[in-house]
């Protein structure tokens, strides 16, 4: 794997080709707020509060650092006043459509937006598609998508009808950053929500301990994938 | 059946679509349109039915059904108005053309009248700009139209 | 059909066709684009073929569907050739004096001549027309003369010469170099040097590579895409042909906006058509170039014309952008190099391998080469397609070519570059058309659509127009364009609504800088600069707006009054029966006035007033005069 020197923030460093701008930067611990990025899936470059500004030859640009790859000579400025009224907005952007939102008021303190001029809202979902892209990539099952177009977009069950693809693992609600998509284990049920849809599971009850512990759907599912026998999972991990 | 609901959709002939287009996911949007073509809309059992047959999710199906304004996942009314609000019609007064027929009609812009007759659509450019403002009703163009002649129109569809 | 297996093949055929034809032979040209099919050309090609039948001159007389001459204003268009008299508005009841008279007895037919509107003579012959004259129609020309549908009229015009000189004098390097060497630039908004890009996706990795046609053209007012994509489909085929030999692609994608449904059916035609003839397929003309394409709709979305998102809607997804940071040339369609060109572009090759470089960069400016073809639409006399040379100045096309505003009204501004261009006013009318000189004043040349506006269009309106426009285009992934949009939009619609405050200009200059630079991709990164010019240019109108609570072009309804002049009044009924929420009072004989209260502003009363009696008026920024008292209203007639 061949490997570029940039300079990120006065600091040189070399990173591996097809890394991103934001992983070279992880690396040396130069911190960029990010909202739709997770190490762990592909990035998005949705909320572009990751921006960072380039330099070459004379000209400057503005990117996502989640997704610019990697090149020979980059200068990257992480902070510059341009990069921070780009987050400053987008922040007092979002404030107004999630005025509740923990994360969304965290960077606001961050960056000193003390209030938004505009109207305010009442979601709770940032649209990040984190939980889309975990059902995807992890769960491997496309139980859940981004429907519908522009300011109308939301993160939707086909039909926004309980969702037959869905194993109920969880994936979903574990990366939700806001916690628009709840999980809750409910007695022999577990249910997975978001604003406007709900899926519930039976929990498959352990043959030994009597406990309730995963998603019948989901040890299908991987019981299927996996080529196991009819009773794998009859008994609990803890039991077994 | 109520009228302007479309017929039922029939597995065979969402096989033989199937088979037309060999069963490739990238041509979703193409079997979506023969599927809105033949049905009036986009039955829920007919993106169940290419979801299986493409082996695609069926929230990827929906997402994009829900995405484009051409395609309709609730029922279309019998007869299809769309009214051209492109800056060319815009100019030549398109939005008095498209309050003329939301009056007429009874509906909003993207719904579908009570009674299962019109669907009343907004089109973001048809490319008959010279002729400004423009209205179509099933594929049938009127051009250089004014909000006097909407309901003359409208009144020969039954 | 056997297939043409060598350029000689065709050549042959091509002599063949033009021997079994008669120049001197009367051809009836009707227009039958979808501008004129909106004006009922349908019938006048029906009964054209009645009179033709009736005066017993069936197999001596053609009749030809052809496509758009561009000159839709005065539609439904008629050439009768050879002699290439224009007809212009001709309605059905016309065809039997056409057929008589101009067939028969090769006499004019007056009243459907082009007259001029100052000086009133009459023109018969492009070459005289101002409209036509004025342009240089390398790719429009073709249109009057030939049946989008019949493959053979394309051959007898010499149409797929190009490729057999292609393939069989030129490496596919050589084209590629003339292509570049030719320097043109993409056509469909971006001006991006095609040449470069087709080398980029030639030199990237990968064995298997795509070429596409994008004929989405979202652009709304814009249908120049339309005209050569249902008017002379087989000149697009053979550009992407051609390029795709250069590029080293055996796999073309044609996307067609799912609005052009004529479109897409005459392309249907000629693709089969071309692989009938063996323009398509394996080893096409003898060579060992393979190459085959198909046709993919679009279903609705502006954003989908972007390229990337394109790319990904032919994939079969959710037809969204990309992050563009690696180039769609190297990494597009399933991450293959894929090289995407508009409708225009491509048309545009055929006549730079025929004619060669040399020829396509002695036409236009240093930095923008050849024709373009642009939609002049809005408030122009003469609205419909021109094709002209880079380098004509703004003044020229709108005047010159487009005969000026109609009903004596001032110019205000032309929008050129569709949601991503801007407006330019009057004091640079004199700017030549040219892709670095239109963004030097905040517009651009986008992929050619030219709105023409006068002086009652409210410059604030159309700022809301376009960015509600892209509100509703947007795909919603990026929070910048998104939310930034839909904001923008809120403030101008409480501004055309009258309630506009301090500080809202400011406020959508700092939205609209931060929209432009953070956004994914370009929708929302060009989307401000219709708001950036409008205020550039136009502040006073916002001003007039926030500040007055005015609309200076009495557009915005919620800042004007109509109002019925009693003196010019005469009591007829015709707005009181019209009026939709019953706002008028009067009766027989006794002058009407509007209740204030009532009156929704929707302008019909206005729009139905007889116009000799001109009664109702628009009034903006001043009071409503109270209606006279009962007893000036009733109008005595009749005897004394």
């Not at chain 2, 299986?52 to 029922?75: C, H, N, Q």
């Not at chain 3, 539609?75 to 008279?101: L, M, N, R, W």
């Not at chain 3, 906006?257 to 063996?278: C, F, H, M, S, T």
């Not at chain 3, 709709?297 to 079969?316: D, H, P, Y």
């Amino acid at each position: 794997m061949k490997e570029v020197t940039l300079n990120i923030d006065g600091k040189e460093t070399k990173a591996k080709e097809g890394m991103t701008i934001l992983e070279a930067a992880k690396e040396i611990g130069v911190r960029i707020p990010t909202l739709c990025y997770h190490e762990g899936l592909s990035p998005y470059g949705a909320c572009r509060i990751c921006s960072v500004e380039i330099f070459r030859d004379k000209r400057s640009r503005v990117v996502a650092s989640c997704t610019y790859p990697v090149e020979e000579g980059l200068v990257v400025k992480t902070d510059t006043e341009r990069i921070i009224d780009i987050r400053k907005m987008i922040i007092e952007l979002l404030l107004a459509r999630c005025p509740n939102v923990k994360v969304i008021q965290d960077l606001a303190l961050e960056y000193g937006v003390k209030e938004t001029r505009f109207e305010l809202e009442n979601e709770n979902c940032i649209l990040c598609g984190l939980c889309v892209r975990a059902c995807e990539e992890i769960a491997g099952v496309g139980a859940i998508s981004l429907v519908n177009r522009g300011t109308r977009r939301e993160v939707a069950t086909p039909y926004y009808e309980p969702s037959t693809a869905c194993i109920g693992c969880g994936s979903c609600a574990y990366v939700c950053p806001t916690g628009a998509i709840r999980m809750e284990d409910k007695g022999d049920t577990r249910i997975v929500q978001g604003s406007n849809w709900k899926t519930e599971f039976k929990l498959k009850k352990c043959e030994v301990c009597g406990n309730y512990w995963a998603p019948e759907a989901q040890l299908e599912y991987i019981r299927e994938k996996a080529n196991l026998p009819p009773d794998f999972f009859d008994v609990c991990p803890n039991c077994k | 059946m109520p009228e302007g609901l479309a017929k039922e959709v029939k597995r065979e002939e969402i096989e033989a679509l199937l088979d037309k287009y060999k069963r490739q996911p990238s041509q979703l949007i193409s079997i979506l349109h023969d599927i809105q073509a033949k049905y009036n809309w986009l039955p829920k059992e007919a993106l169940v039915q290419i979801s299986e047959g493409m082996d695609i999710p069926l929230s990827r199906a929906y997402s994009v059904a829900s995405f484009y304004k051409a395609f309709k996942i609730t029922p279309r009314g019998r007869h299809l108005v769309r009214i051209c609000l492109g800056t060319a019609c815009h100019v030549r007064g398109g939005v008095r053309i498209m309050e003329k027929a939301e009056e007429v009609l009874g509906v909003d812009g993207g719904e579908t009248t009570p009674d299962m007759k019109f669907t009343l659509e907004r089109v973001n450019c048809l490319g008959c700009c010279a002729l400004g403002p423009v209205m179509v009703v099933d594929g049938e163009y009127h051009g250089k139209i004014v909000p006097t002649k909407v309901e003359e129109i409208l009144k020969n569809y039954d | 059909m056997p297939k043409l297996n060598s350029p000689a093949e065709l050549e042959e055929l091509r002599q063949d066709i033009l021997s079994r034809r008669e120049p001197n032979k009367p051809c009836i040209a009707i227009c039958a684009g979808t501008g004129c099919r909106a004006l009922g050309c349908d019938r006048v090609i029906a009964t054209f073929k009645e009179e033709v039948r009736k005066q017993g001159l069936v197999g001596k007389v053609d009749i030809k569907e052809t496509g758009c001459p561009g000159f839709c204003e005065k539609g439904t268009v008629v050439v009768i050739y050879p002699q290439g008299i224009c007809y212009f508005q001709v309605k059905p009841e016309d065809a039997a004096e056409v057929v008589s008279q101009t067939i028969v007895a090769h006499k004019v037919v007056d009243h459907l001549l082009y007259i001029d509107p100052i000086t009133n003579e009459k023109a018969a012959y492009e070459k005289d027309i101002p409209f036509y004259k004025n342009q240089m129609r390398l790719l429009l020309g073709n249109n009057s003369k030939l049946d989008p549908r019949s493959i053979d009229d394309y051959i007898a015009l010499g149409g797929y010469s190009a490729l057999a000189k292609a393939l069989s004098q030129m490496t596919s390097e050589q084209v590629l170099e003339e292509v570049d060497k030719a320097k043109l630039r993409g056509r469909g908004g971006g001006g991006f040097p095609a040449g470069r890009k087709w080398k980029t996706t030639r030199n990237a990795p990968g064995e298997i590579k795509y070429v596409i046609v994008n004929c989405d053209e979202g652009d709304p007012g814009a249908f120049m895409d339309r005209a050569i994509m249902e008017g002379n489909p087989h000149s697009v085929l053979e550009g992407l042909i051609i390029g795709a030999y250069a590029i080293g692609s055996c796999e073309g994608f044609i996307y067609v906006r799912e609005e052009y449904p004529l479109a897409v059916e005459n392309l249907n035609i000629a693709i089969k058509q071309a692989e009938d003839y063996g323009f398509l397929g394996e080893n096409i003309l003898g060579s060992d170039f393979n190459f085959t394409v198909s046709i993919y709709r679009g279903a609705g979305a502006f954003v989908s014309g972007e390229s990337s998102a394109l790319m990904t809607a032919i994939e079969g997804k959710v037809g969204e952008p990309r992050s563009k940071y690696i180039h769609t040339s190297e990494k597009g369609i399933w991450d293959r190099p894929s090289n995407l060109n508009n409708v225009e572009t491509w048309a545009n090759v055929p006549p730079i391998i025929n004619n060669g470089a040399d020829w396509f960069t002695s036409i236009g400016t240093e930095g923008s080469k050849g024709t373009k073809i642009f939609s002049l639409v809005g408030k122009v006399n003469n609205t419909g397609l021109v094709e002209v040379p880079m380098g004509m100045t703004l003044r020229d096309i709108i005047y010159k070519i487009g005969g000026g505003i109609p009903e004596g009204k001032k110019f205000k501004a032309v929008q050129t570059g569709g949601p991503s261009g801007g407006v330019i006013p009057e004091q640079f009318l004199d700017t030549l058309v040219d892709y670095d000189e239109l963004i030097k004043l905040g517009s651009m040349m986008g992929s050619g659509g030219m709105i023409v506006m006068d002086e009652d269009t409210c410059m604030v309106d159309i700022a809301r127009y376009f960015i509600d426009f892209l509100n509703d285009e947007s795909c919603g992934k990026c929070a910048p364009c998104r939310e930034g949009l839909k904001q923008m939009l809120k403030i101008l619609n409480r501004i055309t609504q009258g309630e506009g405050k301090e500080g809202d200009i400011e406020l959508l200059e700092e939205l609209s800088r931060i929209v432009a630079d953070s956004s994914l991709c370009a929708l929302g990164g060009t989307a401000p600069n219709s708001v950036l010019t409008t205020i550039k240019y136009f502040r006073d109108e916002y001003e007039a707006h926030i500040k007055e609570k005015r609309c200076p072009a009495k557009v915005c309804r919620s800042l004007l009054s109509y109002y019925i002049d009693p003196e010019k009044c005469q009591a007829c009924l015709i707005c009181l029966r019209n009026c939709p929420v019953g706002a008028i009072n009067g009766g027989k004989n006794l002058i009407h006035y509007i209740d204030q209260e009532k009156c929704t502003r929707c302008g019909t009363c206005m729009e139905v007033c007889p116009s000799r009696f001109n009664a109702v008026e628009k009034i903006a920024g001043q009071a409503v005069p109270e209606p006279p008292l009962q007893e000036a209203r009733v109008i005595h007639r009749g005897k004394s």
